[in-house]
């Protein structure tokens, strides 16, 4: 991209903005400020990909902002005014208008303390890199970009207005930032913020859980995580994130030949994206982490066999445990918890299908074990298949056709989305005139077994399998 064309996209997008932008600059114009779109949505501007969420920066105070922008907002919330920050909505749009910032930083605690500044040029030194330190002053649409960020963009090159210790010091999550926009998009980092990261991986301690949460979950979601997760990993961050992943790199000695389990998740997760895109998925987050982490439990498990080989015995009980534990330190929501730990238990389990051996119980516990997962369990086994052998690869894709095909004929005639005991709990009380309680329980997860086993039962057949387990069970019905 020359510095004419990116100029050009971003007047195309402020054209396209323009209403909204100028109406609103006026109003500041008009009370003696000046406003700024700036930031990420003049980088997002001048990549063409400008959304309706914009950023905007002013010299007026959080109080004058309130002033300007009532009755002219559709809405507008304070949740930010301790930072400068007012938002509002107008025709669909989310604006965030910022009073100039100067913030100063104990290096120790996680927040800044909040001072406001008087200069535009004052405001883009304290942002994280270059790409993000670049405003457009809406009344004259005068470009303002004093740290080279035009060029940055253009090299594709993630650098910081100051120096990356002094930036990073200031707030150690624009460390895992810069990994989230390698991710995100394409660009790599400068040899100085490399070096400066490696450094102070440690500092990342100081963010809470929850902010490392949100940067992790953009960069997973991301067009390419991988390359992000790979800076992670070199620079030591991931120790400090997720140092699972890192664990994953096991040395392969000369006597015991094995894949580099790291590669293999990165190059499992590539291909559940690609997944994802064939079959028109939005990126899923339940799915990419479980593709990232469906092998942790590796390194824990490996055994040198006698004849030479490696074993990891049980690692997908091993690392759902671990998956679990990981993931509730960075607070992610319960749900996502348990899904990737239920994905990473069970990636392991169609192996076992081998040419089609499993009976139709089998099969109906694979669906009933996956449950809701079942679409992303079908996607995670089949980009865990990262053989280069063409013909292997090719015959795990086709016996898992036959799988997809066997579930899809027995579901059709069984309606295994809601496996269910053939008698409810209501009857099973009636019929063995029990209470509500620990007996009505057992008996209902008995005739849900027989189910799985067997398939559906008539009426007649359940209620004599339900009076066979009761007199085995010493419970005497009555008589009916």
Known sequence: ??????????????????????????????????????????????????????DFTTDARPDQILKIVSGWADAVWETGIEFGTIGVTKHGSTLEITTFRADTYDRVSRNPEVTFGDTIEGDLLRRDFTVN????????????????????????????????????????????????????LGFSPAPRVVEAMTAMAGELARIT??????????????PRPRR????????????????????????????????????????????????????????????????????????????????GGVSFHHHEVVGAKMARKRLRALKYPKQVVEDVGQLVFLHLRFHGYGR???????????????????????????????TRNKRKAAALQRTYDDLEER?????AEEDLARVRPDLDGNEIMKLLGLPPGPLVGKAWRHLKELRLDRGPLTHEEAIAELERWAQENGIQPPDR
């Open 1 to 54: 991209m020359n510095e004419l064309a990116a100029k050009r996209n971003a007047v195309t997008e402020l054209m396209r903005i323009s209403p909204l932008a100028d109406d609103l600059a006026g109003l500041f114009a008009r009370a003696g400020h000046r406003l700024y779109l700036v930031g990420g949505s003049v980088r997002d501007a001048l990549l063409g990909r400008l959304s309706a969420d914009l």
């Open 209 to 222: 859980a929850e902010r490392v949460q949100t940067e992790l979950s953009k960069l997973i979601l991301a």
């Open 356 to 386: 089609g051996e499993w009976t139709d119980s089998a099969v109906r516990r694979y669906v009933t074990d996956a449950a809701d997962l079942l679409p992303r369990l079908h996607k995670l086994v089949r980009a865990d298949c990262t």
């Open 133 to 184: 330190a670049m405003a457009i002053e809406l009344s004259t649409k005068q470009f303002i970009d004093p740290h080279g960020g035009l060029k940055a963009l253009r090299d594709r090159i993630l650098d910081t207005p100051a120096t990356p210790e002094e930036s990073f010091a200031d707030d150690p999550l624009r460390m895992l930032r810069a990994t989230r926009f390698v991710a995100q």
């Open 228 to 307: 992000g997760l790979e800076l992670m990993v070199d620079t030591g961050l991931a120790d400090m994130v997720l140092p699972e992943v890192p664990g994953m790199r096991l040395a392969i000695d000369e006597h015991h030949q094995h894949k580099d389990v790291y590669q293999h998740s990165l190059t499992v997760l590539d291909q559940a994206i690609a997944l994802e895109k064939a079959d028109n998925w939005e990126p899923d987050l339940v799915l990419r982490l479980a593709a990232l982490l469906h092998d942790i439990g590796k390194p824990d498990t490996r055994r040198f066999e006698s004849g």
């Open 407 to 411: 579930i899809a004929r027995i579901a």
